[in-house]
């Protein structure tokens, strides 16, 4: 039976450290549930979530290894969403990871990204570089999750790129060649499945959205109508302005906080698994809710 969390004796009276968005090869990290637990817990991580995009198939190892190791853990998933066509995503937490219309909406989103691929290798091909949805799937860990982060790490192995940001920047980002429209689950749907699973959802890395100030606080406005409570402010795209900013936002709408690497794997990603700066110490960190 897979609660939403555990070992609350073992936390801290403030936890110092804690970690909710990472990823693990059920989607595009490059290490398996169990060792990316192990490393938080190296890290001094006492409160830990793994948030895979759109599949919750790492949570029972997850858990197994937080257990084994002594450290808090809270179920997590990062949500694929779209917000009047900007791409966005959601960070759900602490949820009942068996509720069905939880399982069910992400089976459908999961499903979606095959076609999405395959249009996207269409496209690439269109601008001379074909094969790439074949290339792709060397890289895809989990054959039922497909991401632009395999692309990526395909297009970098046959030299399209030096890494896999380059990728992004000429290739995969929104408005470049292989970048493909998708309708994935609305901001409604995805924190309907979550609060209805009895968790907590969070915007994540709110920095990262090519939006005006207007537009986020549209955004922020609808998110909280629906049920919405939190949003990181602390995370590994984040810079101290950005920190500043959206620490005010969470003030303004009072939202909790949410604090996370987004960490996939020791070669793709610069901040490592708990090593982010504090929460301004005024925020009400989001593990409140989740435990
Ligand atoms: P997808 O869910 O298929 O749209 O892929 C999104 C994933 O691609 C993100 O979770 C990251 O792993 C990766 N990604 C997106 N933008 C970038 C970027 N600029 N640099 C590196 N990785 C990125
Ligand atoms: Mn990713
Ligand atoms: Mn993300
Ligand atoms: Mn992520």
Redo the contacts with the bound molecule.
Sequence with gaps: MLNSSFAFNRLPVTPANFDFHC?SIV???LLSPEVVARRAAANQVDLWALTD??DIGGLAEAKATAEEVGMAFVTGV?I?IEWKGI?I?IVGLGFDAKDPALTGGLDELRSG?VE??KRMGDALAAVGIPGVYEGALCFVTNPSL???????RYLVSIGIARD??G???HY??QGKPGYVD?RWATLEEAVRWINGAGGTAVVAHPG?YKMSGAQMRSFLDDFKDVGGRAIEVTCGSHSPDHVMHFARLARHYEFHASRGS?F?GPE?SYVDLGKLPQLPEDLKPVWRLVI
């Design positions: 990823h989607s595009d990290g995009h759109d990062e694929s791409p995503h990204r999405r691929a497909i991401s632009r982060a395999h692309f990526a896999v940001p990728v992004f920047q995969l980002a998708h990262r987004d996939h793709e």
